[in-house]
């Protein structure tokens, strides 16, 4: 690991867990460590450096560069001290003639095949072969290359064979053979870490070389996914990021927090002045344990992108260009107008979004905009249209809102379902973890309508894949509860102490109805009940159960009956309450949670307490000296629909893009364009902006002080890196708008609003700036009670108190196929875009994915003569759009499936309006459609280009 | 070279015989190679998918193994042997008049496909040096001579 900048010691090889201790001499001076350690670390943990190449505390030992050479006295040789694990009593020597001279015999040959261009290399001051070299006091090299692999001709001039071109294909780092030592470390960072095995070492001998996929690949065209974990472990130059080739290497460094998904990594902004240099996967990061994949990694540009807006913003109407304004002015005219709507429609006629995508600190001042400052309750967010039933199922279940466990966790599950999610894709640093763990023996089982990656791929294989048609994964998920309950699988014994017995036999009867067996769900469903049943014994009976799940899940009309059914068979099998167990909802923003967490919602203030609760409100109103409304407030396809009523004026929308995001594109966009005022804070002009009449430019994550909150209810530090490129923080801009507005805001720095937050929220009771310094990271709840936070939750009993049982009777959603609409359109995402792509669109990124497209079965393309590459039109009874065709096995006959990253694409102008009974969640994964071959881009799609040129046009400075 | 489709039949019944056995891949390779005369790399991703491993495994498996072929040898395979107990004994002269013969050079094939030449580093035959193999049969004591053995 290249860690100059504050060196972060790597000690070699990976921390040894067992408990037992081994007392061992190195040197001369005693070490204890757990069994199991090699000699390596365990000199490294005494302060003696080793020697070493081919080691990183990130890998297995390995034992070929043959430099960690020590010692062992009454031992023969001299053995690697990477592959030796230690032993009592023994006693070892690092350093004397011997060793001396063999590591110098060594390093000479090592450099005898590698040219010494150190300074113009762009790991000059960074290099490991560098500092081997200093360490082993390498003076002189007695060979003379003659075949070597770093010349690209010989002094006569004919091409050596044996010399490789640099092989530049990834946007994001460059792999040079000539400067390769073949200690393999990529090649294992590749299998160990990341898990996708893009990497090999070709040939044999003096003939080895590192060998991204097969013969005739490159970095791009080989499996390699990008997630860095090769560049960060080489030792030399050999992979390297083009920014470090282009920049030199940074000097100083800032750990943050990833601002993609909800996983949250934990990195190292590396910068030199204020140009940032590089992103790199933080080791002690609890949640990516020192891994990443390509978006945090590498995939930051967006935040110098030339389409960022840095100035505010106004126009009277959408329909006129946009006028770059000061910061004042901006605020005066926002204030105005929306003082105005409210003068003449009333206390409700305004509301706000806060953004998943923002800090905790953001989120909590946009809600109080609306609760302290507008009066009303109308404040929602993205977490609506995502992880909404997640909140509701589990809070109803168990008590809290909230995933059961960490990220950890997973290295001690045995039996992982993953339903509705795709990890490898939408949460891949996780996903990593989790192969991890399934390549050591753990079983899968997939719930998807999609052959995802997880299902079969190198060194993974599902026990079983369960490919539901979309829209029945209550009716599996009862069914899998169904064969414990009957065949008796279940955990009683947890059951009778954790849980309402009275309630569970009430569920058990219900379930045990032959009419929820696999056998009669099947013409529904479409999985095989004999793989259903296998896949539910599975789950009960070999050992630790985890469930983690995904927006296959929440976004259904039964969203919350599914999040409710998973909860269910985890307290059937007694599945949570310790390491390896629990229900995991992958959340899909970086802050969704913490956006929750902080009263997002117009029915619940801070800490999931509902307004209507007298107490609550209290406590809330002598801190903010204001009455607040007790009755909630609207959701935002309330608003929206009250929008086209009439009834609703106006919207500050906090970092999110409700037209793209949101179903049934065309409902927003009229629901935005009646609306009187639109203010839109983001980093670029949106697609929502097209129909705004004040932009406030907002700030990234490198630009700030805050804090997100993870899947793992894990509260991390975002820093500020740089300062903000358009003069304010988003906090400060929400601030200035509520002073322009006439409130009595003063906050200097965030700190003092997660103090306030604390003050008023018991789960966040003990959650303070030193704290998160001091700890690194912690998780809610972090109060009185525990004080050092709750990495695993409900362990000695419910939040709620007894575990609830719900019936979870299946209804079929109102969105049906027929003749007009004979199949069924599901969304996702892909591994190099996020969300609607605003980001990542403006990024590198785009090799990967330049536009969305439509995955259709060979059998449902053939009868419709749809070829590989075509246009074709996707149309429901919403509207239609058109994309081309990618002809695939992955999804079932009868199911087509897209993403939607691409504004050009809209694949929201397709989904409905129908949502979860519950929490409004939009049934995005469940369309009916119909595919047919198009020419090109639709009517609409040209109209909504069209608009969007003439909506974004700036004029020019007077 | 055939292309893929031509193949891939053919690999799924080499992939059925032999996946019960415990690390396939070597059998699976060698099986390969007896059908087509070589391990194409077109076949290579079908071999990975069905043993869950990656393209790139394979890839550094098969290149490991100096004797599966990308491409199709002559029909007659010479190797001589370049190891130091042959050297001492002039393998180095056989191996120049070999090639003159031949007119080829390591690794090529004569164009009318009749032989292929190749180095190969010890056959076990050090008490006959120098020694050479021609379609897997041992010839001690060689010299320019063993082209006959791969006249036709």
Not at chain 1, 178 to 205: D, H, M, N, P, Y
Not at chain 1, 424 to 442: E, N, Q, Y
Not at chain 1, 720 to 745: I, S
Not at chain 2, 2 to 12: K, M, Q
Request: proline share 5%; with cysteine.
């Amino acid at each position: 690991m290249k860690d100059f900048i504050i060196p972060d010691r790597d000690f070699g090889t990976p921390a040894a867990k067992s408990k037992q201790m081994v007392t061992l001499t190195i040197d001369g001076f005693d070490v204890t460590v757990p069994e199991g350690t090699s000699i390596m670390r365990a000199a490294a943990e005494a302060g003696i450096t080793v020697p070493k190449l081919c080691a990183t505390d990130s890998l297995e030992a390995f034992g070929s560069c043959r430099l960690c050479l020590v010692e062992i006295e009454g031992r023969n040789g001299t053995p690697a001290s990477c592959t030796t694990p230690v032993a009592p009593g023994l006693k070892v020597h690092t350093q004397n003639a011997k060793l001396k001279q063999l590591r110098r015999g060594v390093m000479e040959l090592y450099i005898s095949d590698h040219p010494l261009d150190c300074l113009t290399c762009a790991a000059n001051g960074d290099c490991e072969l560098q500092d081997m070299a200093g360490a082993v006091g390498l003076r002189d090299v007695r060979y003379e290359a003659v075949d070597n692999h770093f010349k690209a001709k010989n002094t006569s001039g004919e091409a050596n064979p044996q010399w490789l071109p640099k092989d530049d294909s990834n946007p994001y780092f460059a792999y040079d053979p000539a400067k390769c030592i073949v200690c393999s470390r990529c090649v294992r960072a590749c299998e160990e870490v990341q898990g996708t095995f893009a990497l090999t070492i070709e040939g044999r001998g003096f003939d080895s070389r590192v060998s991204f996929g097969a013969k005739t690949d490159n970095a791009l065209a080989s499996d390699c996914v990008s997630c860095g974990a090769c560049v960060q472990a080489c030792p030399t130059a050999t992979l390297t990021e083009k920014s470090i080739i282009d920049i030199g290497t940074p000097e100083r460094s800032v750990i943050t927090t990833c601002a993609y998904c909800g996983v949250g990594c934990s990195f190292k902004a590396e910068l030199r002045g204020d140009e940032l240099v590089r992103m790199t996967p933080y080791k002690h990061g609890k949640a990516n344990r020192g891994h990443s994949c390509v978006k945090g990694r590498f995939a930051y540009g967006y935040a110098s992108h030339k389409d960022r807006i840095l100035s505010p913003m106004i126009r009277d109407s959408i329909e006129d260009p946009w006028k770059e304004v000061s910061w004042a002015e901006a605020m005066a005219f926002a204030a105005s107008r929306m003082k105005g709507i409210q003068e003449k429609y009333g206390r409700q006629s305004v509301g706000v979004i806060t953004s998943s995508r923002c800090t905790n600190e953001e989120a909590y001042l946009v809600q109080k905009l609306t609760r302290a400052v507008f009066m009303n309750n109308n404040t929602d967010t993205c977490a609506r249209v995502c992880h909404s039933p997640t909140g509701y199922g589990l809070g109803q279940t168990f008590g809290t809102s909230a995933g059961t466990q960490d990220f950890d966790s997973v290295e001690h599950t045995d039996v992982v379902i993953i339903i509705g999610a795709n990890p490898t894709d939408g949460h891949p640093v996780f996903a990593s973890r989790l192969k991890k763990r399934l390549r050591k023996g753990a079983k899968l089982i997939v719930i998807d309508p999609r052959r995802i990656d997880l299902v079969d791929g190198p060194h993974v294989k599902a026990a079983h894949h369960l490919p539901v048609r979309p829209g029945t994964n209550v009716a599996v998920v009862t069914a899998l509860a169904h064969v414990i309950v009957t065949e008796g699988l279940m955990d009683e014994a947890f059951i009778r102490e954790r849980c309402d017995w009275d309630e569970f036999q009430d569920y058990a009867e219900f379930v045990s109805q032959p009419n929820h067996s696999p056998e009669a769900t099947e013409l529904l469903t479409g999985v095989k009940p004999a793989d259903l049943r296998a896949a539910a014994r599975l789950f009960a009976t070999g050992g630790n159960g985890a469930i983690y799940y995904g927006l296959g899940v929440t976004e259904h009309s039964q969203g919350s009956t599914t999040v409710i059914g998973i909860a269910n068979l985890a307290m059937l099998t007694g599945n949570i309450g310790r390491p390896g167990v629990g229900v995991n909802p992958l959340r899909g923003q970086n802050n969704v949670q913490g956006s929750c967490d902080m009263g997002s919602f117009p029915h619940e203030l801070p800490g999931y307490r509902h307004v209507k609760n007298d107490a609550v409100r209290n406590v809330f109103e002598e801190m903010w000296g204001v009455k607040i409304d007790n009755e909630p407030g609207l959701r935002i396809p309330n608003m929206l629909d009250a929008a086209v009523e009439g009834t609703f004026k106006g919207l500050y929308c906090q970092g999110e893009d409700i037209l793209q995001s949101d179903p049934d594109t065309k409902h927003v966009s009229a629901g935005l364009a009646a609306m009187e005022c639109v203010i839109v804070h983001d980093l670029f002009l949106n697609e929502t902006a097209n129909y705004a009449h004040v932009f406030f430019p907002g700030s990234s994550f490198l630009e700030k002080d805050g804090t997100f909150t993870n899947a793992e209810r894990r509260i991390n530090r975002v820093r500020k890196v740089m300062a903000p490129r358009q003069g304010y923080a988003d906090w400060e801009v929400t601030q200035l708008f509520a002073q322009a507005m006439g409130a009595n805001w003063t906050y200097t720095h965030p700190s003092q609003i997660m103090d306030e937050i604390a003050l008023l929220t018991p789960s966040f009771a003990g959650v303070s700036y030193e704290k998160l310094e001091e700890m690194g990271s912690v998780q809610w709840p972090c109060n009185e009670a525990a004080p050092e936070g709750t990495p695993l939750m409900h362990i000695d009993g419910f939040v709620r108190g007894k575990g609830k049982f719900i019936r979870t009777e299946y209804v079929a959603t109102d969105e049906r196929t027929g003749p007009r609409f004979p199949l069924l359109l599901t969304t996702g995402r892909i591994l190099s875009q996020y969300n609607v792509g605003a980001q990542t669109r403006r990024t590198a990124n785009v090799v990967w994915h330049d536009e969305d497209v439509l995955e259709i079965h060979p059998h449902d393309a053939e009868v419709r003569g749809v070829k590989e590459g075509d246009w074709v039109r996707l149309a429901s009874r919403s509207g239609d759009t058109s994309l081309r065709a990618k002809i695939t096995d992955r999804v079932s006959p009868g199911v087509v499936y897209t993403t939607f990253h691409h504004p050009e694409t809209q694949a929201n102008v397709i989904t409905t309006d129908f949502s979860d009974w519950a929490t409004n969640c939009p049934e995005y994964k469940v369309t009916a459609v119909q595919v047919s071959p198009s020419n090109g881009p639709s009517e609409w799609q040209r109209d909504y280009a069209e608009r969007t040129e003439k909506s974004r046009r700036i004029l020019a400075a007077e | 070279m055939l292309d893929s489709a031509d193949h891939s039949d053919r690999i799924a019944e080499i992939l059925e015989a032999h996946q019960h056995l415990e690390g396939p891949l070597l059998p699976i390779l060698h099986a390969v190679q007896a059908a087509f005369g070589h391990v194409p790399q077109s076949v290579l991703p079908q071999i990975a998918k069905a043993l869950n491993l990656s393209k790139a495994e394979v890839h550094g498996v098969v290149t490991f193994y100096h004797d599966f072929r990308e491409a199709p040898a002559g029909r007659h395979v010479l190797k001589l042997c370049r190891a130091e107990a042959c050297q001492a004994m002039g393998a180095d002269r056989v191996a120049g008049a070999v090639k003159a013969a031949l007119g080829i050079d390591w690794h090529e094939t004569t164009p009318d496909g009749r032989v292929t030449l190749e180095p190969v580093f010890c056959l076990g035959l050090c008490a006959c040096g120098p020694a050479a193999m021609v379609d897997g049969r041992l010839i001690g004591r060689c010299d320019v001579s063993v082209v006959e053995e791969v006249a036709v």
